[in-house]
């Protein structure tokens, strides 16, 4: 027996955080009835588990895709406003995959979808502390104090930023922008961005160019791939510290 939000994130249904929100919103019954208490155990192999009516399958095998999305699309399977979704790039991909973590409909680069919940768990859980990394190209040209006040970590929306790794980046021509590699190890909603604007450098042009060990400069905007075995191997390594 295992808790259901689990069984729903291992079934690639969602992850757990929006399975949560999937009970919570009436939308999963087992056995016939409606469970919104998300304290609740099931056994995927025994109970007859339904989401919106459907009857709940374990996926055959797991999938991994790494994604370079493009700007102008949701990080979600679904948007109510009708706008692109990243599933939509996923052309010949049957599984059902979801987003792990979030890249605004403004930003682009690297995307991990899996139906593997688990992982998807720890790669989203903050005590984990998994790496992102991204280079955001900022308004104006932040000095030594600003670059100090992003890697120390700042308030936003009430709280304090985590501690940051940041660097300066060449530029290979004068431009209007600067361009900051920024290292977070959590995933706030538009963390980069509002970071950026709590200095008075707001982001231009936002990119995420590692996932913890997953980097490919060479994986073109709106194209994806599967992980190979040892990418996969190396992801599970990198979940598996604490921070």
């Known amino acids: 027996m295992e808790r259901l939000q689990k069984i729903l994130s291992q ?29 609740t155990k099931a056994d995927p192999s025994r109970d007859d588990i339904r989401v919106d009516g459907r009857r709940l399958k374990m996926p055959e095998r797991h999938r991994y895709i790494l994604l370079n999305k493009p700007r102008g699309y949701v990080t979600t399977r679904s948007d109510p ?3 692109p979704t990243v599933i939509d790039l996923l052309a010949g991909v049957r ?15 690297l995307l991990l979808l899996t139906n593997d919940g688990d992982l998807a768990a720890r790669l989203t859980h903050p005590s984990h502390g998994v790496a992102r990394v991204y280079e955001a190209a900022v308004l104006g040209v932040p000095d030594a104090h600003d670059l100090r006040r992003l890697a120390r970590g700042l308030v936003i929306d009430g709280r304090r930023t985590a501690p940051a790794e940041i660097r300066l980046l060449p530029a290979a021509r004068p431009t209007e922008t600067t361009t900051l590699q920024i290292t977070l190890r959590e995933g706030r909603n538009r963390q980069v961005r509002k970071m950026c604007e709590a200095i008075g450098h707001p982001v231009d042009h936002l990119k995420r160019i590692a996932i913890g060990p997953l980097r490919d400069g060479r994986l073109r905007v709106g194209r994806w791939r ?18």
């Open 81 to 83: 406003q009708k706008r």
């Open 11 to 39: 079934a690639g249904i969602a992850s757990r955080r929006a399975s949560e929100r999937l009970m919570l919103d009436g939308r999963v019954t087992v056995n016939g009835t409606t469970v919104r208490e998300l304290g």
């Open 226 to 243: 599967d992980l190979t075995e040892d990418e996969v191997r190396k992801l599970r390594a990198a979940t598996a510290q604490r921070f």
């Open 95 to 109: 599984e059902f995959v979801y987003p792990v973590g979030r890249l605004d409909y403004d930003s682009e680069g």
